[in-house]
């Protein structure tokens, strides 16, 4: 099986599961309910999810107000960007 395959594979797993949990945080906050912690949000962003966690952000207007997501998030992607098209590059 192709390396780039697996890697593409498991990133956009990485991403459903942060979009998953902001969507599922958001809809606690909304109703009130136990809600995620902000720490695992963000690890779940660093943890190559950050494409997920800023479409969702952008989508449900979750932590849009909030300075280290608004910052983070986006810093988390063009790093991860960054080595996926240098992990390409040099399996290749």
Avoid: W
């Amino acid at each position: 099986m192709d390396v780039v395959f697996v890697l593409f594979a498991i990133i956009a797993v990485l991403n459903f599961y942060s979009f998953f949990i902001y969507y599922y945080d958001k809809r606690c906050s909304v109703r009130n309910k136990r809600r995620i912690s902000e720490k695992n949000l963000l690890i779940s962003a660093f943890c190559f999810g950050a494409a997920g966690a800023y479409i969702a952000m952008r989508k449900f207007r979750h932590k849009t107000k909030h300075r280290k997501f608004t910052i983070l998030v986006p810093l988390f992607l063009m790093f991860q960007v960054i080595l996926v098209c240098a992990a390409i590059y040099f399996l290749k």
